[in-house]
């Protein structure tokens, strides 16, 4: 079983930064690929940004690319979410989710990719 532990949301004024974490536990997290989602009220859960194994590859929503950047620390079991310029739109509750590849560079943009989720940290933008 993998545990998923997120942190670092909170509320911040708009065109702000904040930088989440997400701790891994329970399995070799250099075996799995590593996505971020977000859920507002009354909307579906969407994609945010993605990461290999690796960390050589990553892929982004268009509503986040340039924004946002993911990144992760296999030594200390660790994805990151650098939320840079936030706007109000980006106000939701994100969830790290983790998938056991073994493609290195393998990417999941889907929420159904993933086996294994976060309880989630909720971030307001305020304008």
């Known amino acids: 079983q993998v545990q998923l532990v997120e942190s670092g949301g909170g509320l911040v004024q708009a065109g702000g930064s904040l930088r989440l974490s997400c701790a891994v536990s329970g399995r070799t997290f250099s075996n799995y690929a590593m996505g971020w989602f977000r859920q507002a009220p009354g909307k579906e859960r969407e994609f945010v940004a993605t990461i290999s194994r690796n960390g050589e590859a990553t892929r982004y929503s268009d509503s986040v690319k340039g924004r946002f950047t993911i990144s992760r620390d296999n030594a200390k079991n660790t994805v990151y979410l650098q939320m840079n310029s936030l706007k109000s739109e980006d106000t939701a509750a994100y969830y790290c989710?983790?998938?056991?590849?073994?493609?290195?560079?393998?990417?999941?943009?889907?929420?159904?990719?993933?086996?294994?989720w976060g309880q989630g940290t909720q971030v307001t933008v305020s304008s």
């Open positions: 989710a983790a998938r056991r590849v073994v493609i290195t560079t393998t990417t999941y943009t889907t929420p159904g990719g993933y086996e294994y």
